[in-house]
């Protein structure tokens, strides 16, 4: 974690992760965001502590793709209305075959919300 760079990887993902109402330095995140980011309008929706949670949890989190991995698999998430707090803390680091069977059972079970 600690080579990962602020700019190209960290950034991007605490933009990725948390709420975009969130302040840090005194500063809201969505004035942080980049153009691209805001105008996608798509984020977990985290709070600081909740994403400290994940990472104190699991800090390969934070060397995950955020395109190839994180981003992909929170969109199925949501699309099935699946929250990611709510997901399994490893859930990132489940194979892609895993990580389809968990979401097979998510979705055939009660943690799908309803509308």
């Not at 502590?49 to 981003?71: M, T």
């Amino acid at each position: 974690v600690l080579g990962l760079s602020l700019e190209n990887n960290l950034r991007p993902k605490m933009e990725f992760f948390l709420h975009p109402n969130t302040t840090i330095f005194h500063v809201p995140l969505r004035e942080m965001c980049s153009i691209q980011e805001r105008d996608a309008g798509m984020n977990c929706g985290l709070s600081k502590r909740q994403l400290k949670e994940f990472v104190l949890y699991q800090p390969a989190l934070l060397a995950y793709s955020l395109e190839k991995r994180l981003k992909p698999r929170i969109k199925h998430m949501q699309k099935h209305k699946i929250s990611f707090f709510y997901s399994p803390k490893s859930i990132m680091s489940y194979t892609d075959e895993k990580f389809e069977l968990w979401m097979s059972t998510q979705v055939t079970t009660w943690s799908v919300s309803e509308e």
